[in-house]
């Protein structure tokens, strides 16, 4: 498959597909930490109908909920609107098969509630970051808390918390990295992992109702 990353410079997801084999590259305006195929520039410039699938990682600096206080001087400054707009523009691409990944945010009142909520947990990291998923013509992430004859389990323990002075319980790897968005943003092994796998796993399943179609 042809695989754009949206809004993602550290090659995490991209290089992922690539090792399956996907004709995959990364989108942002930063350029990217490891070597592959990147295009440094604007997202709109490289959106079009001949990518087979779509990974987006819009920022959610001004979207996510964990920055409301700040919420009344983002809207007067046109800051969030600039968000949502980005939000909405990798959303509306002409790409058949898209996955939009963001924090719990506005977004799922300014557009529509995610289709999936996963943790890092669910996939084999041991941290507690609650993520949403916007899907088109993609199905769920599967993930297993036991072994069964269906699937193996993936599931382990959340990860350690922490609690401030204030009251405040943060899962203790994002409570490490507070002041660093960026490390805060990247998106955890298991789940881009899960993402090229089971996005393959989709494609040739559909070839193969295809096949049993036209038999």
Known sequence: MKVLVACEYSGTVRDAFIARG???MSCDILPTEAPGPHYQGDVRDVLGSEWDLMLAFPPCTHL???GAAWFAKKRADGRQQ???????????????RI????PVGIMSKVWRKPDQIIQPFYFG?????????????LPP?????ENDWFATKTHVH?????TFASGKVLPKWYAEKRGDGHGRARTFPGICEAMASQCLRFRLSAVRLLRRAFL
């Open 141 to 145: 992430l599967q993930h297993a808390k």
């Open 125 to 137: 990291d041991e941290f507690q970051k609650t993520t949403c998923l916007w899907l088109k013509t």
């Open 99 to 102: 996955a939009i990944e963001n």
């Open 82 to 96: 600039q968000g949502i707009d980005l939000f909405m523009l990798v959303a509306n691409a002409p790409i058949h």
């Open 158 to 162: 959340r990860g350690e918390m922490v």
């Open 22 to 24: 996907h004709d995959a």
């Open 64 to 66: 996510a909920c964990s």
